[in-house]
């Protein structure tokens, strides 16, 4: 008679469950687990460093600067996972702030109307962005790469290259850019509010099952009888909205629309915190919990350098290392060979 054994990641727990330390652990993931490890240590050191710099004063600073680049980074982990990329989203997002001031300024419009604008022009470039990727057949990094010039320029050339309009004095803007409820900034609900409904969407309906579908296998998902070309096209129209909302926070938030100062950037910073999160850059893999970690670790970096007096140009060092760093990790734990090297 053979006698059960219990397997080894069993044992530990007197019921046949896993030890609950090593159930929290797998719960977190080893990503994500890194970056808590990353965030604490960044934390630490600057909190060391700066009285102030742990003060809920300063969290609040850290956490408007970096609400538009984790509006962005939501949405840019979406793409990623259905096999695709947009690095035209900081262009997107500062098209987006010149269209809702001037759609504010013109005529005696109100807030709303220069929102609407915005959002309308921003849902207009995404369905661009996929038609062109989809229809056109180009490639996603090419084809955003064209649109991150083109929304710059198109930005440049309705604005004069200038910051245009001033809507400090409209009690909306002034409530999406200064406000708080329950303590913190209206920004940071808006990020926290989109955050948790593009993670129910990726996690827990058919729509999210069927992005992984298709960034993990194509050709089996369209075998499926998945609508390949419309999902695609309906993730760069969602991103083009977020973009505009990002756009409008930033118009609220420096008093004016601003075509490129304060929109610069910002793709690089979307596409490093969705890759630190864990999303493959190949597809099918990442979640917003990893990408909102990320965001915050960027914020947490950022502001520390910035407070230490340091030159700022070293962020963007510092983010370009990171960047790099997530990928090694992901090429290291997919096994593949890397190029040019021996198997």
């Not at 850290?62 to 793409?79: K, P």
């Not at 999210?208 to 390949?228: C, F, Q, S």
């Not at 190949?282 to 919990?289: A, D, E, S, Y």
Request: a positive charge; charged letters at 10%.
């Amino acid at each position: 008679m053979t006698t059960a054994t219990t397997p080894p990641a069993l044992k530990g727990a007197p019921d046949g469950r896993p030890a609950r330390p090593m159930a929290l652990l797998a719960g977190i993931g080893g990503q994500n687990l890194s970056l808590v490890c990353a965030l604490g240590a960044v934390l630490a050191v600057f909190g060391a460093l700066n009285d102030n710099y742990l003060s809920w004063t300063n969290i609040q600073v850290i956490a408007e600067a970096a609400t538009i680049t984790g509006l962005l980074a939501v949405v840019q982990t979406v793409v990623i996972i259905c096999g695709g990329l947009d690095i035209s989203v900081g262009s997107q997002a500062g098209l987006a702030s010149v269209v809702s001031a001037i759609a504010f300024t013109s005529a005696g419009s109100g807030a709303f109307a220069g929102m609407a604008a915005a959002v309308g022009v921003g849902a207009l470039v995404g369905v661009l962005n996929g038609a062109v990727i989809v229809y056109g057949r180009v490639n996603p990094t090419i084809a955003t790469l064209a649109g991150l010039a083109a929304y710059k320029g198109l930005a440049q050339l309705v604005s004069d290259g200038r910051a245009q309009g001033y809507v400090l004095n409209d009690a909306v803007f002034v409530f999406l850019g200064r406000g708080k409820i329950a303590g913190l900034p209206v920004m940071v609900w808006i990020l926290i509010l989109t955050a948790l409904a593009v993670h129910v969407l990726l996690k827990y309906t058919d729509i999210g099952r069927n992005l992984y579908a298709i960034g993990g296998n194509d050709t089996a998902a369209r075998l499926a009888g998945i609508a390949i070309n419309k999902y695609l096209v309906a993730v760069y129209a969602l991103i083009g909205v977020v973009a505009a909302v990002a756009g409008i926070l930033l118009t609220a938030r420096t008093g004016s629309g601003q075509p490129v100062s304060g929109s610069e950037g910002l793709e690089l910073k979307a596409i490093t915190a969705a890759a630190l999160g864990g999303s493959a850059l190949k597809g099918g893999r990442g979640g917003v919990g990893g990408t909102l970690l990320a965001v915050a670790l960027l914020g947490a970096l950022d502001n520390g350098l910035t407070v230490q007096g340091i030159n700022s140009f070293w962020q963007n060092v510092a983010q370009g290392a990171l960047l790099v760093v997530a990928v090694v990790v992901q090429q290291r734990r997919s096994g593949e060979r890397a190029v040019g090297l021996p198997g």
